[in-house]
């Protein structure tokens, strides 16, 4: 294996000081009974912190609209008990000496593949669609944005006070605000819609200068966007560099310092007919289109992607050289490491001891709870 040298590189932006380069990804584990962040969910990021990611996102927390999650056990971003319960979560993290932010969450009309439950209230996105020619739930209104706009920035402020390092805005996956992204399920004819990606855009744009609004100059801000969307792997909001820049361009701009660009691999090139097969990812894209850092993310260490482990398939270890090899060049800032760090705390600590002989393969059974 490469020197892994390049991942334990400090990294600083603004007041976000991290010693390493690995992020732990968010991932939804619904373990959070009643929406309510426990005592199990502070240890278990706790022992990511005491494994030594540099950086640790939370599963996505959703912010205060009535039907902004679509599972019972995905965890509150508001109300005193929830946010009580993610001031215990971050001061284990601290404690431990690590850092963390959560990812705030809408998850529009998209249905659970885990569960038959539904939100008290009736679900929303842009035009009352989960996917192209699909209806599902409500279209949102002119007072429905404003009001779930402020309930972003809310959620902001919340995690600044609680005393958290940063936060992340969840615009991938065809969740709301990758909704009014996609042109397959936004229809609308007001300054929320549009034929051009960066009309799409405005509704993010909107959400981006609130937060950080809220939070002020010097607080970062990390915002997660994909090209893929669960409903249909193959949609490319972006098809060309120039169609990149008009989606990313305007939300740095807005305030997004980095850009989580999440991809099903890491290692696969975004426009491989203008740069090769071993050409730059989204994330090395992103970054050279808008300035922004960036986090790439997608299958590191493991021998399956996020697909094959909702089929229930274990993955095995797999060379970090490709990840060393385009860390080395500057391609993007940050990585984000998922399902290893579900089935081992360790991970990064491991690859930092020279010990990679000793990680674990993701185990789909791992899964079922928080350890």
């Known amino acids: 294996m490469s020197n892994t040298d390049i991942l334990f590189q400090p990294f600083k932006l603004k007041t976000l000081e991290l010693p390493n380069r690995i992020v732990m990804a968010p991932m939804t584990r619904s373990s959070a009974p009643n929406g309510i962040p426990g005592a199990a969910n502070a240890q278990y990021y706790r022992k990511r912190a005491e494994g030594g990611v540099g950086l640790i996102l939370s599963e996505g927390t959703v912010i205060n609209r009535p039907a902004s999650r679509n599972e019972p056990g995905i965890p509150l971003f508001h109300g ?31 249905k659970s593949a885990q569960t038959e439950w539904v939100p008290d209230a009736p679900v929303e996105s842009p035009s009352g669609l989960i ?33 958290f390092d940063t936060f992340e805005i969840h615009g991938a996956h065809g969740y709301l605000i990758d909704q009014f992204f996609w042109s397959g399920t936004n229809l609308r004819t007001d300054r929320f819609g549009g034929k051009t990606i960066a009309e799409r855009s405005t509704f993010a744009v909107e959400v981006v200068r609130a937060v950080r609004a809220a939070v002020g100059p010097n607080f970062p801000i990390i915002m997660r966007v994909s090209q893929w969307k669960q409903q249909d792997l193959t949609v490319r909001l972006a ?48 970054k050279k289109l808008t300035g922004a850092a960036t986090i790439s993310v997608g299958s590191v260490g493991l021998s399956g ?7 229930g398939e274990g993955s095995k270890t797999t060379s970090l050289d490709a990840l060393i090899e385009r860390m080395e060049r500057n391609e993007f800032d940050l990585i984000a490491v998922g399902r290893a760090l579900i089935t081992d705390a360790a991970w990064t600590a491991k690859v930092r001891d020279n010990q990679t002989d000793a990680l674990l393969g993701f ?9």
Not at 135 to 156: E, F, K, L, R, V
Not at 260 to 284: I, M, T, V, Y
Not at 363 to 371: I, K, Y
């Open 131 to 163: 996917a192209p020619n699909e209806p599902h739930g409500n279209t949102m209104s002119d007072a429905d944005i404003a009001d779930t706009i402020a309930a972003y920035a809310q959620a902001a402020l919340d995690a600044k006070n609680a005393g």
């Open 239 to 286: 098809p060309t560099p120039d169609e990149m820049t008009a989606w990313l361009g305007p939300l740095v701009d807005a305030g997004v310092d980095i850009l989580h660009c999440s991809q099903r691999r890491f290692w696969e090139p975004e426009f491989p007919e203008l740069d090769g097969e071993k050409g730059l990812n989204c994330a090395g894209w992103a």
């Open 80 to 110: 005193a008990d929830a946010l009580a319960g993610w001031k215990a979560v971050v001061d284990a993290v601290h404690e431990a000496g690590g850092k963390m932010g959560p990812q705030l969450w809408h998850t529009g009309s998209v």
């Open 363 to 371: 185990d789909p059974a791992t899964l079922g709870e928080l350890v």
């Open 305 to 311: 992607d996020i697909l094959t482990a909702f089929a």
